[in-house]
């Protein structure tokens, strides 16, 4: 069975950095696409990144591009979203989720995930 277990949120002040990483188990992430949700209070789950299983280009959503980065490391089964330049609107609960089949126009819905990790707090302080 997958598991996706998240980790590294936290309270920064506006302006720091936090680096998210979501470790996979039960198989090899790179069989999967994983992207990163958030959802902050009174609102919908949110697409943030993904970096697709095949290697190509990752994706972002506009309110990150150039402040975050998505990665992955085949060698400890991990993703990792580096945050930075963080702002108090980019506080909200982060999920990962990884899914083997998803295709390109998916990749925004997260109804489109199979597996989703029990998500991590971020917190920025203004």
């Known amino acids: 069975q997958v598991q996706l277990i998240e980790s590294g949120g936290g309270l920064v002040q506006a302006g720091g950095s936090l680096r998210l990483s979501c470790v996979v188990s039960?198989?090899?992430?790179?069989?999967?696409?994983v992207g990163w949700f958030r959802q902050a209070p009174g609102k919908e789950r949110e697409f943030v990144a993904i970096i697709p299983r095949s290697g190509g280009m990752e994706y972002y959503t506009d309110s990150v591009k150039g402040r975050f980065t998505i990665t992955r490391d085949n060698d400890k089964n991990a993703v990792y979203l580096q945050m930075n330049s963080l702002k108090p609107e980019d506080t909200a609960i982060y999920y990962c989720?990884?899914?083997?089949?998803?295709?390109?126009?998916?990749?925004?819905?997260?109804?489109?995930?199979?597996?989703w990790g029990q998500g991590t707090q971020v917190t920025v302080s203004s």
């Open positions: 989720a990884a899914d083997g089949e998803l295709i390109l126009n998916d990749i925004r819905r997260p109804e489109r995930y199979a597996y």
């Open positions: 039960g198989r090899t992430v790179s069989a999967y696409t």
